[in-house]
């Protein structure tokens, strides 16, 4: 198959998921170019229709093993007819879970074929102790060799259906985190800028009053936290700071990038 054109499909609040995604897209080298960051609320209620000749690049983050709980509005309005894709998820070096296969899943389900998977490291959303600096120079230049390797499968692949795509994860897929938990804010240090509010991916905080945020809403995705430029938003629930804690001695030794392909 021609590859006319690469596609981005990419959830990324903190930035790691779409910096690996970017780099498979570069590896894919099609002579065209199409970038649908899906992370804003509104950029979901955009609609875009792929054609013959696409190969997409579909990148989501790992929260809790599994990917964000918005996958129907992540790929709303998004045509798309047996377009082959290369399936990108990044992980805080802690546990992918069933992410990939769920994300495999999904991608299928809504038209596209996928024909390579990647689990990638980025800096873990609640510490900077795990992930740290990842995706790196070295998970990069990876990123570009999948992208390279998943294209040139398809290339080189008259009939599509005839590849198959296994990945590491089980269904039923592991329960989702469904406690109502988001970051505090420090009103001392809050200065109002809003500008958590307009880039909460799913407006959980208050238009009103940016302290204010709705934890049964919040995908814990930790943008605000690490955007804020006062430091005014943190994690603050003990449990879960404790689990940290727990997580950065056990998930300290850095985990190495995992490729799968179709065959």
């Known amino acids: 198959m021609e590859i006319k054109r690469v596609v981005t499909l990419t959830f990324s609040p903190t930035g790691g998921t779409r910096k690996a995604a970017d780099a498979v897209a570069r590896g894919v080298n099609a002579p065209e170019r199409l970038d649908l960051d899906r992370t804003s609320f509104e950029s979901r209620w955009a609609g875009a229709e792929l054609r013959e000749g696409d190969f997409a690049v579909i990148g989501m983050p790992v929260y809790y093993g599994r990917v964000p709980a918005l996958l129907t509005e992540f790929f709303r309005l998004i045509e798309a007819r047996d377009i082959p894709a290369a399936l990108v998820v990044t992980y805080g070096n802690q546990n992918l879970g069933d992410a990939l296969l769920e994300l495999s899943d999904e991608s299928a389900a809504h038209g596209f074929r996928p024909v390579a998977g990647a689990a990638f490291i980025a800096r873990h959303s609640f510490t900077d102790k795990l992930g740290t600096g990842r995706p790196n120079d070295s998970d990069l230049a990876l990123a570009v060799q999948f992208g390279q390797t998943a294209a040139q499968l398809v290339r080189s692949t008259a009939d599509l259906s005839a590849l198959s795509l296994t990945v590491p994860g089980s269904f039923p897929?592991?329960?989702?985190?469904?406690?109502?938990?988001?970051?505090?804010?420090?009103?001392?240090?809050?200065?109002?800028?809003?500008?958590?509010?307009?880039?909460?991916?799913?407006?959980?905080?208050?238009?009103?009053?940016?302290?204010?945020?709705?934890?049964?809403?919040?995908?814990?995705?930790?943008?605000?936290?690490?955007?804020?430029?006062?430091?005014?938003?943190?994690?603050?629930?003990?449990?879960?700071?404790?689990?940290?804690?727990?997580?950065?001695?056990?998930?300290?030794?850095?985990?190495?990038?995992?490729?799968?392909?179709?065959?």
């Open 173 to 263: 897929y592991r329960p989702a985190m469904d406690l109502p938990i988001a970051p505090a804010t420090d009103r001392s240090k809050c200065t109002g800028c809003m500008l958590c509010q307009q880039q909460c991916p799913v407006q959980a905080i208050n238009p009103l009053d940016p302290a204010e945020i709705d934890a049964w809403r919040c995908l814990d995705c930790a943008r605000c936290i690490q955007n804020c430029p006062a430091g005014a938003k943190a994690i603050a629930v003990p449990a879960l700071r404790e689990k940290i804690a727990v997580m950065e001695a056990v998930a300290a030794a850095p985990k190495a990038p995992e490729l799968f392909y179709a065959n």
